[in-house]
């Protein structure tokens, strides 16, 4: 559960949680996190002038003015039962979002990681648009490590030159209704997206303007699928609709991640085909649900 309003007031609801902006009386009860070297050798300081580790309130204090002051969401992580803020949570969204996670040493634990994350998977990406959400699990973090690939993070990779980092695919851009992979296309980077109303040729799509009249979600919802129309005269974009229809969008999604990071292209540098661009509809569907 989510409210937000213009001025970056974020709130966040979980089972055991309340999210909210970081606020200067949250000083004394986040020092302990941030006063405390056990969590702060957790957290990730990569690109930070200093780390955050805080001796007095004041430096606590100082820490809070800065995130309160800059153009991303720094959340306190309240207890519900407690009332006190026991670490947060910092999100930006961009091509790739970062996500830091900074809690007290006694809630490092699987099941408040994994009930943070998961808002982060689920909640963010809507509020923060992003290409990817990475975070980092230093080695000695076991719990974060074991919550993120539970959760479907994939790791660890170096980002921007540092290491340990979990990788989460955001499928904001998803499937076009065609069956265009608009996640992985690399025609416009700025597009949002079919599905977002965001591609130019829109007005002139028969898939875009018949699956919104029927309310569809694709084509392959579609009982005159498929129709041969438009952009399912191209053998890969029909395959993968057909794929959708058997299998579901989520699985298709799922797989050409899963592919992506095995080295599979979707458009080769400076074109509009790839390695799913195959002579029959037969290996296409071989490459999506076995992979290389």
């Known amino acids: 559960m989510k409210d937000k309003s213009p001025s970056r007031n974020y709130q966040y609801e979980t089972q055991r949680f309340l999210l909210r902006q970081v606020q200067a009386e949250d000083a004394p009860a986040l020092l302990k996190c941030y006063g405390n070297p056990a969590a702060v050798a957790l957290m990730n300081d990569d690109n930070c002038l200093r780390g955050f580790l805080c001796q007095t309130l004041e430096d606590m204090q100082a820490y809070i003015s800065i995130w309160q002051s800059e153009d991303y969401a720094r959340l306190a992580v309240i207890d519900k039962k407690s009332r006190e803020p026991v670490g947060t ?45 990475v975070t980092k699990a230093v080695p000695q973090a076991a719990a ?90 191209n053998r890969r974009i029909l395959t993968f609709a057909k794929f959708a229809k058997e299998h579901g969008v989520a699985r298709l999604l799922e797989c050409l991640e899963r592919n992506r990071w095995a080295g599979v292209v979707y458009h080769q540098p400076g074109g509009l085909t790839g390695d799913y661009d ?3 509809e037969e290996e296409i569907m071989r490459l999506l649900e076995k992979g290389k």
């Open 89 to 133: 949570l910092e999100i930006f969204g961009g091509e790739t979002g970062v996500l830091r996670v900074d809690l007290r040493p006694d809630y490092e634990t699987p099941e408040v990681l994994e009930e943070l994350y998961t808002l982060a998977k689920h909640q963010f990406p809507e509020d923060f648009p992003m290409g990817a959400m």
């Open 144 to 233: 974060r490590r074991e919550a993120l690939i539970k959760l479907g993070f994939s790791g660890p990779e170096t980002f921007r030159n540092y290491d340990s980092y979990y990788r989460l695919p955001v499928r904001t851009l998803g499937i076009a209704y065609c069956g265009l992979a608009c996640c992985l296309c690399s025609q416009k980077e700025s597009c949002p997206g079919c599905q977002n109303q965001g591609c130019e040729q829109s007005d002139k799509c028969v898939h875009f303007a018949c699956c919104r009249e029927k309310g569809l979600a694709g084509c392959w919802e579609c009982p005159d699928f498929p129709c041969g129309q438009g952009m399912q005269k």
């Open 278 to 280: 195959l002579e029959t």
